[in-house]
């Protein structure tokens, strides 16, 4: 076995005889890597593509480590800590290959770093910072030594031999958070270099693109196999991607486009992020096959520009794939082309909607329209247009290689396969989780997410970001399924779960919603355009202090409250779009679930979560104070009085409860109720 | 705010529009976020020009130009703070975060310091969730920002300069 160097890729040619080209194209090139060579045998060749598969496998003669590099890790003191290994490595005079994965999906472990030496399994070591980095090139790699106390677990790998001392260490897939999930999505994520094309391509990858071309069908048996599957559409909606493609795929009208949706907007969600900055070309693949299947040869990707890393590996991607002639003019000889760009957003949340993204993609304000006519009658530049968000992608590599029968055995019956979740939120174990469809969100929020962050009670979750809603202790029964969460009042949204302890007040949160919302307001119709101001306007004055209130204000108030709900459906009823239609739904939900919330917001004036600051008053426990003045010269309003070491004392009549106190308050002696 | 380009100004301008295909509608995003890389925001006065490469009148670039967040038709400061203001940032108290950037720079959000040092924004969700509440400056991720610990991380940036 040699050591492929990075210059030598799999998918280069393994001598003269192969004249794949993305001029000269070659129907085998794919087979041809995974199992090759196929047009001559010759020991050197076979020994050769041999040699790169197993690197591209991770099969090596040095040490390997990999580094999460994705958003999260990088945020999280990553980019700390490469630089101070690296030059360790160079003091110990290491051969050592590091490679810069993307994000497995264990954020709250994050940064995370793995090594693999050659023979043994990956161990895998959380919260690495540049001392404990140290320590693994020291203990581990220099000593050889199993650093049991820092790893988390270790990952199986080809290669590993049965006796590999790190076998005594707890396999990761163990781990209570990774046990219960089924990845299919995320299978890549985290263990390959996303800018290596044929890291992807020796695990599989693009074998479902050689099979669909293989059967020379244009692409009717993907369409089939999708259809079979169930597959539902991951951006929110749940629509059957199948009907959507075959819908396309009817049209008559050339040329056709397909669009992946990557404007991932909605707070609180990152699953899309991830995937293209850890596996894009399972991104790229499943559009591939989309295209063959409604007939369209060109493609957009519509990302959001605060992607900057995933934008930059999408481009990348896209470049190898045209050099080794996988994207372009007639792929494989096959006759079929597919042209995909990357078009990046410039920050509209209304960009999310099918049509306010043509719009964008078009060069105009990212406003929606009325439908009908459907994207997929008339579309981008009044062409049929199909558009899929980029998980929907992801699953039809997996659909197309093990049939759609196979996807449809996971999940319920009317909502198939597995869902990616970005846990986020006041819970242990946050981060990416693909759980099958569905697995209760008290599974998940317990048994996968660990539970409630420092033990506090469960108070909601709230899933589906700004269109989605809160759900209860009551309702952790209801199934992950689009269409129990539809009945429960939420919705499946984009995979966005955010998790609230009893801190958080839910009249608090449907404000933050309906001020996004507000701002997020394209502004087209007038439902939306001032329905949700006047809701924000409500709100707003339900948490307001009370002290400077007239009679008439107070009229407003109650009267107001009434109206909500009434407000609430017309919008509902009356938007033009997905935004506006559902942008009551966090008010409306919180309304159904915690009502007694709202009551003693506006009739007893209190907030019981403690979150509404300008309901509380502020006061000073005299035994607890230890007279620092700390807060007193922190206070805005010059509210607070008292000598050195002597108890303050909070004016009520000048203070305006910002809070200031209690949060520099270092011995917690301010009090708010 | 003139009418006129400077000569300077055009020049620059022209480089940047130079590899964009004219007349085509849908390369007006595009050409903007290049203008704005360059200038840090989009000055008025470009406007005009880039319609006309474009093929659009200027007041439809206008329109694109003030309808996505991105875009800036204002100078920003030295160093642009980013307050992320998505769910999981606002459970975790983000909100009081956001005030306490703002009481720290005098200014509110959108709005930059006199001494032109600092520019405070706020961002819907920068997706990164799990080190929340998250604060960029110039790009830089600072996770699990405390209010307290707002001066400190500004004074790095401060004496950087």
């Given at each position: 076995m040699t050591t492929a160097t990075t210059a030598i890729s799999l998918m280069d040619a393994c001598c003269s005889r192969c004249t794949h080209s993305p001029q000269t194209p070659c129907a085998q090139y794919l087979d041809c890597r995974a199992h090759g060579p196929l047009c001559h045998t010759d020991p050197a060749c076979t020994a050769a593509l041999n040699a790169r598969r197993d690197a591209a496998m991770h099969i090596a003669t040095r040490p390997i480590i990999y580094v999460g590099a994705g958003t999260c890790g990088l945020a999280a003191g990553m980019d700390q800590v490469i630089p101070a290994m690296q030059k360790a490595l160079t003091e110990h005079g290491l051969d050592v290959m590091v490679k810069e994965v993307g994000c497995f999906g264990l954020c709250h472990r994050e940064p995370m770093l793995d090594v693999k030496k050659p023979g043994r399994p990956r161990v895998c070591f959380d919260h690495v910072d540049v001392k404990k980095a140290l320590a693994i090139v020291t203990r581990y790699l220099v000593n050889d030594e199993v650093p049991a106390d820092l790893s988390m677990g270790i990952i199986a790998t080809p290669d590993a031999a049965p006796d590999s001392p790190e076998f005594a260490l707890p396999n990761l897939y163990d781990l209570p958070v990774l046990v219960r999930q089924r990845r299919i999505v995320l299978q890549n994520c985290g263990l390959i270099d996303p800018d290596a094309l044929d890291e992807y391509v020796a695990r599989g990858g693009y074998g479902a693109l050689a099979k669909a071309l293989a059967a020379g069908d244009n692409g009717e048996m993907v369409l089939n196999e999708v259809l079979k599957a169930g597959l539902r559409g991951r951006g929110g909606g749940g629509f059957p991607t199948g009907r959507k493609w075959q819908l396309t795929r009817a049209q008559q009208n050339t040329p056709k486009y397909l669009v992946c949706n990557a404007d991932e907007g909605d707070p609180g969600a990152f699953m899309d992020r991830s995937v293209l900055e850890g596996d894009p070309h399972r991104v790229i693949e499943g559009m591939l096959l989309g295209a063959l299947a409604i007939g369209a040869d060109h493609g957009y990707i519509y990302c959001r520009a605060e992607y900057p890393l995933a934008i930059k590996r999408l481009l990348h991607s896209i470049e190898e794939l045209e050099g080794r002639g996988l994207?372009?003019?007639n792929i494989l000889g096959s006759g079929f082309s597919f042209h995909l760009k990357v078009k990046q957003g410039a920050g509209a949340f209304v960009c999310g909607e099918e049509t306010a993204l043509l719009a964008s993609i078009e060069g105009k304000r990212g406003m929606p329209r009325v439908r009908p006519p459907y994207p997929a009658q008339s579309g981008l530049w009044g062409q049929p247009t199909c558009i899929n968000n980029v998980e929907t992608f992801a699953n039809v590599a997996a659909i197309v290689d093990h049939g759609g029968a196979a996807f449809a055995s996971v999940g319920t019956e009317r909502s198939k396969g597995t869902k990616v979740f970005a846990l986020t939120g006041t819970i242990k174990l946050g981060g990416l989780v693909e759980v099958p469809m569905g697995m209760t969100l008290r599974e998940v929020v317990f048994d996968v997410g660990g539970g409630i962050l420092d033990d506090r009670p469960f108070k909601a979750v709230q899933i589906g970001g700004p269109s989605g809603g809160c759900l209860p202790t009551a309702m952790l029964d209801t199934l992950v399924d689009y269409d129990s969460l539809i009945a429960a009042g939420a919705m499946m949204g984009s995979g966005g779960l955010v998790v609230m302890d009893d801190k958080t007040c839910m009249v608090d949160l449907a404000r933050f919603f309906m001020e996004f919302i507000r701002n997020e307001s394209c502004g087209k119709c007038i439902p939306c355009r001032e329905g949700t101001t006047r809701m924000l306007e409500i709100l707003e004055r339900i948490v307001r202090p009370y002290r400077d209130e007239d009679t008439e204000a107070t009229l407003q108030r109650f009267k107001s409250v009434i109206m909500l709900e009434e407000l609430a459906q017309v919008i509902r009823d009356t938007s033009l779009c997905g935004l506006g239609q559902t942008a009551p739904n966090p008010v409306l939900s919180t309304l159904r679930y915690f009502r007694d919330e709202y009551e003693k917001h506006v009739f007893e004036r209190t907030c019981p979560a403690g979150a509404c600051r300008s309901l509380l008053t502020f006061t000073v426990n005299a035994e607890k104070c230890k007279g620092c003045t700390l807060c007193a010269r922190n206070c805005p309003a010059g509210a607070i009085w008292g000598a050195s070491k002597q108890t303050h004392v909070i004016d009520q009549a000048k203070c305006v409860h910002c809070g200031v106190c209690m949060d520099v308050c270092r011995f917690d002696a301010v009090l708010a109720q | 705010m003139s009418t006129q380009l400077c000569s300077c100004t055009q020049e620059k301008l022209r480089e940047i529009l130079a590899p964009f295909p004219a007349g085509r509608r849908e390369m007006l995003i595009p050409v903007l976020q290049a203008v704005q890389e360059t200038?840090?925001?989009?000055?008025?006065?470009?406007l005009d020009t880039i319609g006309a490469h474009i093929g659009v009148s200027p007041a439809k670039v206008y329109g694109v130009a003030t309808f996505y967040n991105q875009f800036r038709l204002q100078p920003v400061g030295k160093h642009i703070v980013r307050v992320c203001r998505g769910t999981a940032c606002h459970v975790r108290g983000s909100k009081l975060l956001l005030d306490a950037v703002g009481d720290a720079l005098g200014v509110k959000p959108g709005e930059t310091t006199p001494d032109g040092a600092f520019t405070l924004e706020t961002v819907a969700?920068?997706?990164?969730?799990?080190?929340?509440?998250v604060v960029t400056v110039d790009g830089n991720f600072h996770g699990a920002v405390q209010t307290r610990g707002v001066g400190k991380m500004l004074d790095t940036y401060r004496e950087k300069e």
């Open positions: 994207l372009g003019d | 200038f840090g925001y989009l000055p008025e006065v470009t969700c920068l997706g990164a969730c799990s080190i929340a509440p």
